[in-house]
């Protein structure tokens, strides 16, 4: 099976402006869980995502958002964006039947001028 | 909430030698205990994983522990090998289908094999 896959990569964005990243998770699996990693504060949970529904939030302000499609497809959204959003932004697909077993994609890394 | 805190925060060991991570967590409702290696510019990738009905689990030249009382877990690497450099990380989770997979992190650990 094709691993988690995220969409961009890479991206470089300014203060104030606004970024959708992009999430395909392993085929089968419904549960989609996001995570920012930063050298200062490690990795930490933002939301999960199941059937289309958040099922969870971590402690992250209003301007960071999610959805999931259909098709378990997921996006964040992050608006006005400030300078301590850079980060690499992973998420992770977990197949509900197995339990907690997660697993990351690639990550996008945004830097945010 | 969940606090995870993870020692040390670097390892260096020696080719051959043993390394061993621990972990501590706050929340006793905790029940799925993950490990994760990150090499330099990849992503997390999960090597073993423990729950809360076992207390040892092997898989080669690694395992991890659990001791539910004092909750804690550890992960141990025997006769380390130069690619087993890099940060690992502990992981906490309530887990179940109702809780979901909301994952906390202890602060990692960066390993260094020394050839």
């Known amino acids: 099976k094709a691993g988690v896959t995220q969409t961009p990569r890479y991206l470089i964005k300014t203060r104030g402006q606004q970024v959708t990243l992009s999430c395909s998770p392993i085929?089968?699996?419904?549960?989609v869980s996001w995570y920012q990693q930063t050298p200062g504060q490690g990795l930490q949970f933002l939301f999960e995502?199941?059937?289309?529904?958040?099922?969870n939030k971590g402690n992250f302000p209003g301007r960071f958002s999610g959805r999931q499609f259909s098709n378990s497809r997921s996006e964040m959204n992050v608006s006005t964006l400030e300078l301590g959003d850079s980060a690499l932004y992973l998420c992770?697909?977990?197949?509900?039947?197995?339990?907690?077993?997660?697993?990351f994609g690639p990550g996008t890394r945004l830097t945010v001028l | 909430g969940e606090n995870v805190e993870q020692h040390p925060s670097t390892l260096s060991v020696q080719e051959g030698d043993s390394a061993v991570i621990k972990c501590t967590y706050s929340?006793?409702?905790?029940?799925?205990f993950p490990w994760y290696k990150q090499e330099l510019g990849k992503r997390p990738q999960l090597i073993i994983d423990?729950?809360?009905?076992?207390g040892e689990k092997k898989d080669q030249r690694i395992a991890v522990t659990l001791n539910k009382t004092a909750k804690h877990f550890s992960l141990h690497i025997t006769e380390t090998q130069p690619e087993d450099s890099a940060v690992y990380f502990c992981a906490a989770s309530i887990g179940g289908k109702a809780a979901g997979n909301k994952l906390t992190f202890g602060g990692g650990t960066r390993v260094l094999v020394k050839p």
């Open positions: 929340d006793s409702a905790s029940n799925y």
């Open positions: 995502y199941f059937s289309e529904t958040q099922r």
């Open positions: 992770a697909s977990s197949q509900v039947a197995r339990g907690n077993e997660q697993f």
């Open positions: 085929s089968g699996h419904r549960s």
């Open positions: 423990i729950r809360s009905n076992v």
